[in-house]
Nanobody, 124 residues
Framework: QVQFVESGGGLVQPGGSLRLSCSAS????????IAWFRQAPGKEGEGVGC?????????YYSDSVKGRLTISRDNAKNTVYPHMDSLKPVETAVYYC????????????????WGNGTLINVSS
């Protein structure tokens, strides 16, 4: 069966940086656009960014993280890495990776495969 697993979350001070990982079993991440979403306490999930392949890789970032988020990947490890700089307390949330759309979707609702998320706690 397909399983996505996020890792790399934890406690970070405001202004700090963190790199997360999304790995998969039973699925090749390079065959799919991989999107990142986050859900803060008491709020609906929101899109953060997405990476897709059209020969070369193309990244999409939400306006709130543009300039601070970089998504990369290591296909040999079947892993995708979002790296976010200058983290803010309001960005404390559980971060999820999702896939199975060929192209980055307009909504997270079309993604079939999800991990259980990893928590980023931005606090001094």
């Amino acid at each position: 069966q397909v399983q996505f697993v996020e890792s790399g979350g934890g406690l970070v001070q405001p202004g700090g940086s963190l790199r997360l990982s999304c790995s998969a079993s039973g699925f090749t991440l390079d065959y799919s656009a991989i999107a990142w979403f986050r859900q803060a306490p008491g709020k609906e999930g929101e899109g953060v960014g997405c990476i897709e392949r059209r020969g070369s890789y193309i990244n999409y970032y939400s306006d709130s993280v543009k300039g601070r988020l970089t998504i990369s990947r290591d296909n040999a490890k079947n892993t995708v890495y979002p790296h976010m700089d200058s983290l803010k307390p309001v960005e404390t949330a559980v971060y999820y990776c999702a896939g199975n759309e060929i192209r980055c979707p307009n909504t997270y609702r079309t993604m079939d495969f999800w991990g259980n998320g990893t928590l980023i706690n931005v606090s001094s």
